[in-house]
């Protein structure tokens, strides 16, 4: 059965605005969502959707780095950015993170199989399904989550690091934004589940169907893309959600 919580990407970097990741298009890898597949016109069909708006004022708060227990998407994304090559998400050091953000949206739509039909039918999405085997993907951006004038200071715990305490200096950030730090996405993937009620012929070729297939990753999605998975908590919302690091 699909989970109800909603699911989440990080990006890598505080370098994505809304310019570059863009609801209604259709990518083909969830590490490169600044890269879609999709044209221009169909972008601006599907970003012409009158998408939901949640808005919200004066984030902040402390969050460290660890695998105990749920922390908030944003703090996962400062987490994650601010860790990089140093460690592993998964490693004994910790990172202790205050932040606070002036401003943070989400920007969502739901699509309709209409949009599944448009989005496939978009000449470069047609030739990757064609050409892309019996399990070939793309995503189409649902949503996006943007923050402004951010500030983040992070300081780096834990056994060996530094030689005062265990303790390294305090790194100080700020970002102006707009700034994209995570989207969702919904799967769209060649038909596979005979009599599935979600699926549409490609321009009535039997040959090329294609499903819905929700906005998680299965387990041999997370092990094909080389990526993680954790629980998480909707700044916004306080609701529970998926979280995929890249």
């Known amino acids: 059965m699909a989970s109800m919580q909603k699911s989440y990407f990080l990006v890598p970097t505080w370098d994505f605005s809304p310019q570059d990741i863009v609801l209604g298009s259709v ?12 044209s221009e016109s169909l972008i601006e069909q599907l970003d012409g959707h009158e998408a939901s708006t949640v808005e919200t004022k004066d984030i902040s708060g402390v969050a460290r780095l660890s695998t105990d227990g749920d922390a ?7 987490q994650y950015v601010t860790a990089g090559g140093k460690m ?6 910790s990172l202790e993170v ?7 949206e989400t920007h969502r ?8 039909n448009a989005a496939v039918r978009d000449t470069r999405i ?5 050409m892309g085997g019996y399990r070939a993907t793309v995503f189409l951006v649902t949503g996006i989550k943007v923050v402004y ?19 390294h200096e305090p790194c100080k950030q700020a970002f102006e934004g707009p700034i994209v730090f995570a989207f969702g996405a919904e799967k769209i993937r060649k038909q596979h589940i005979s009599g599935t009620m979600r699926s549409t012929s490609l321009g009535g070729e039997a040959d090329l169907v294609v499903e819905k297939a929700g ?3 299965d387990e041999d999605e997370i092990d094909d893309l080389d990526v993680e998975t954790t629980q998480g908590i909707d700044d916004q919302t306080g609701e529970a959600c998926v979280i995929t690091l890249p």
């Open 98 to 104: 205050k932040y606070s953000c002036g401003q943070m």
């Open 109 to 116: 739509f739901s699509p309709s199989i209409e949009d599944v």
């Open 72 to 78: 908030g998407l944003f703090a996962t994304f400062v």
């Open 27 to 38: 990518i083909p890898h969830i590490k490169c969502p600044q890269r879609p597949l999709s």
């Open 126 to 130: 047609r030739e990757w399904f064609k």
């Open 88 to 93: 592993s998400y998964k490693s004994k050091a």
């Open 215 to 217: 906005g998680e990753l």
């Open 149 to 167: 004038n951010v500030s983040v200071t992070t300081s780096e715990i834990g056994p060996g690091v530094g030689i005062n305490h265990g303790k």
